[in-house]
């Protein structure tokens, strides 16, 4: 079982920029896609943003032009570069493998809070 570590979050005015990253402990270089999660107060977690192993990503309309997802194969690791931050955008961020079945057991996720 793969376990995933979330870091970067943090308190970021608005406007402001935040780069998360995700490490893995087992190789994720065979795993198709590679996404980041949140999941806001009284509301459910939502895929925000999805990378294949060859690189093709989506994005939720909500981030689309200001979130940028990668993944470093050789070092397990995923990252979500934020930038323009808004209000909204204040959530628990966790990374998984949207297309593994059964899922991957959750991380402690992240806590990005952006104030305006």
């Known amino acids: 079982q793969v376990q995933l570590v979330e870091s970067g979050g943090g308190l970021v005015q608005a406007g402001g920029s935040l780069r998360l990253s995700c490490a893995a402990s087992?190789?994720?270089?065979?795993?198709?896609?590679m996404g980041w999660y949140r999941q806001a107060p009284g509301k459910q977690r939502e895929l925000v943003a999805s990378?294949?192993?060859?690189?093709?990503?989506t994005y939720a309309d909500s981030v689309k032009g200001r979130f940028t997802i990668s993944r470093d194969d050789a070092k397990n690791t995923v990252y979500l570069q934020m930038n323009s931050l808004k209000p909204e955008d204040t959530a628990v961020y966790y990374c998984?493998?949207?297309?593994?079945?059964?899922?991957?057991?959750w991380g402690q996720g992240t806590q990005v809070t952006v104030s305006s």
């Open positions: 998984n493998a949207p297309t593994v079945v059964p899922v991957w057991a």
């Open positions: 087992g190789s994720i270089s065979s795993i198709f896609a």
């Open positions: 990378i294949t192993s060859g690189g093709r990503t």
